[in-house]
Structures are given as structure tokens and as C-alpha cells.
């Protein structure tokens, strides 16, 4: 079965834009969850949204955003960019919320922020 | 203030040694942690998980030891292989945080032939 797509794989955006990513999960998966990753820092949690309902929200401002559609299929948006905001973002999904081991990551989108 | 740490940023192991790599945590109210294996260019995934009520799982050349006392845990890979090679996270997920998964830094593993 295919796994979790993310779109696009690299984006190069200008200080002050907005971006937003895609993440389909995996077919049957309603819960996807949305991660921070930054050299050092491992990875830091966005937020986790199940059936189109944000469950979960880590500690970023609100330019960061999330939605999810009825057929599970994820959108992350950032505005007005900041260079820290330069990282990989990856999208994770599973069967259900708070699943133990049940998470399933795609490969992430290379955001570079100039 | 991190929950979850791998105070180890990078170790180095020979091929065919074991490796041992470390995670301490700070909140009592973790009940399942995991391990996840990351390759350059590609997501995390799973590689072994533990209940915190028990003290080892095991899966082939891995294990994890809980110590719940201690609040830590360790992944053995016994004997290590070049493919091992990789960052490696550790995940705790906490009952008072509505069983969100809080991430360590990780540790990049690299085997030497």
C-alpha cells in the first residue's frame, strides 16, 4: 500500500511569505500528526488532527496552522515566514489518536527560508 | 525544559559490537516509549517499542531495557551492521498530555567497518 506523501519534497520561500505543505497518509489512517525537525532539536510537535478535529496542539505560534479534509488528507500552513522557521517538516499518520507504536512517517519537506 | 533527552549526540560502534544508546526522561506519566531509526532524506520509522510496565521487549538483534526507577531506557542492537548506521529518536508518549508523543534530540549511530 502506498505510504504518506508529502508535497513538496523542497520549497525555497522568502522571509515574510507563507507557505503550505500536503500530507496524504496512508489509506485507512485518520489521525495525522505534524513535526518540526531542526538540527539538535530533534523533533518538535505541531499538532495532531483526527477525523478534521485538531486533537493536539505543540507550543508554536499561531502563525503556524493546520487543517484536515474529510478524506483525511492534511494541510500545514506557516505565514509570515522567519528564517528559524527553516527545517523539515514531517507529517506522520496512523490508524487512530494516540496509537503506541502506529506511526507512519512520510519524508518530509525541506523548507528553506531566505 | 525537555522531557526527553539523548544526551549522546553521536556514537561510534564497530561492526559486529554491540550498540547501546540512551534516553532519560523526566515525567512519571509516560506509559509507552519507542524507538525510531532515521536514514538521511527519509521520515522516521518504527523500530521497537516498550509498555512502561514492562522492563525489556525484544525484536531480533533489538531490545530495549526499561528502568522505570532510574527513568531510563536503552536500545541494545547486538551485533551491530553497517545498515544500522543512522539517526536513532526515542519517543515517550505521556498520559497527561492527551498520549502525545514527546520527541529526545537524537543520536546519530555511526558502525565503522
Known amino acids: 500500500k502506498a505510504g504518506v506523501t508529502q508535497t513538496p519534497r523542497y520549497l525555497i520561500k522568502t522571509r515574510g511569505q507563507q507557505v503550505t505543505l500536503s500530507c496524504s497518509p496512508i489509506?485507512?489512517?485518520?489521525?495525522v500528526s505534524w513535526y518540526q525537525q531542526t538540527p539538535g532539536q530533534g523533533l518538535q510537535f505541531l499538532f495532531e488532527?483526527?477525523?478534521?478535529?485538531?486533537?493536539n496542539k505543540g507550543n508554536f505560534p499561531g502563525r503556524f496552522s493546520g487543517r484536515q479534509f474529510s478524506n483525511s488528507r492534511s494541510e500545514m500552513n506557516v505565514s509570515t515566514l522567519e528564517l528559524g522557521d527553516s527545517a523539515l517538516y514531517l507529517c506522520?499518520?496512523?490508524?487512530?489518536?494516540?496509537?503506541?507504536?502506529?506511526?507512519?512517517f512520510g519524508s518530509g519537506t525541506r523548507l528553506t527560508v531566505v | 525544559d525537555q522531557q526527553v533527552k539523548q544526551n549522546s549526540p553521536s556514537l561510534s560502534v564497530q561492526e559486529g559490537r554491540i550498540s547501546i544508546l540512551n534516553c532519560d526522561y523526566t515525567?512519571?506519566?509516560?506509559?509507552?516509549f519507542l524507538w525510531y531509526k532515521k536514514y538521511p532524506a527519509e521520515g522516521p520509522t518504527f523500530l521497537i517499542s516498550?509498555?512502561?510496565i514492562k522492563d525489556k521487549n525484544e525484536d531480533g538483534r533489538f531490545t530495549v531495557f526499561l528502568n522505570k526507577s532510574a527513568k531510563h531506557l536503552s536500545l541494545h542492537i547486538v551485533p551491530s551492521q553497517p545498515g544500522d548506521s543512522a539517526v536513532y529518536f526515542c519517543?515517550?508518549?505521556?498520559?497527561?498530555?492527551?498520549?502525545?508523543?514527546?520527541w529526545g534530540a537524537g543520536t546519530k549511530l555511526i558502525i565503522k567497518p
Open positions: 489509506s485507512g489512517h485518520r489521525s
Open positions: 519517543a515517550a508518549r505521556g498520559m497527561d498530555s492527551n498520549y502525545q508523543l514527546i
Open positions: 516498550i509498555s512502561s
Open positions: 515525567n512519571s506519566m509516560f506509559d509507552y
Open positions: 488532527y483526527f477525523s478534521e478535529t485538531q486533537r
Open positions: 506522520a499518520s496512523s490508524i487512530s489518536t494516540g496509537a503506541n507504536y502506529g506511526y507512519t
